[in-house]
């Protein structure tokens, strides 16, 4: 028998459209300079994507929790190679250089082992393969990161740390 990899509930958290608001720049470059067909292959792009409001203190806090396990799971945009590095580079700017080692860059997310997985898309990379339950940002159950936050604390209250009664 195989010893598990860790004990604790492993959580990804997918980044583009989910921690960081690739949409709304991506939009706004095309305004800015339309002739450029995919700014998202731009130098700068994904380093520059702002975090969504309570993305950052709510992956802090979940990442306090000592039952849980938090990694970061994104695609790359394979056609700019910038992003490979862009993402690092990112995680480090609003969570630490300690942080970095949380980081999957993966264009098969099905295949990554664990027990939840917050993404704004349901299928596309490896999303529908994914064998733990997706948390499904942005969509009316999580439409924000409190609601996430909710999610995960009633989690930890209810599952993780089980009421003891009195026999
Ligand atoms: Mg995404």
Redesign the pocket.
């Known amino acids: 028998m195989k010893t598990p990899v860790t004990s604790k509930t492993i959580i990804y958290i997918?980044m583009?459209?989910?921690l960081c608001d690739y949409q709304t720049s991506h939009d706004a470059a095309k305004v800015k300079q339309p002739e450029i067909n995919y700014p998202q292959s731009q130098e700068g792009f994904f380093l520059n994507l702002p975090p969504y409001e309570g993305a950052v203190d709510t992956v802090r806090w979940l990442i306090e929790q000592p039952e849980l396990q938090v990694l970061l799971l994104t695609a790359p945009s394979v056609l700019n190679p910038h992003c490979y590095t862009e993402k690092r580079v990112w995680v480090e700017r609003h969570f630490g250089l300690e942080h970095c080692h949380r980081l999957i860059i993966s264009a098969y997310k099905g295949l990554s082992r664990g027990d939840y997985l917050i993404?704004?898309?349901t299928s596309g990379f490896g999303q529908e393969d994914f064998q733990g339950t997706l948390i499904h940002y942005g969509s009316s159950a999580f439409p924000n990161w409190p609601a996430v936050k909710m999610y995960f604390d009633k989690l930890i209250t209810a599952t993780l740390h089980p009421v003891q009664y009195e026999s």
């Open positions: 997918d583009d459209d989910t993404d704004d898309k």
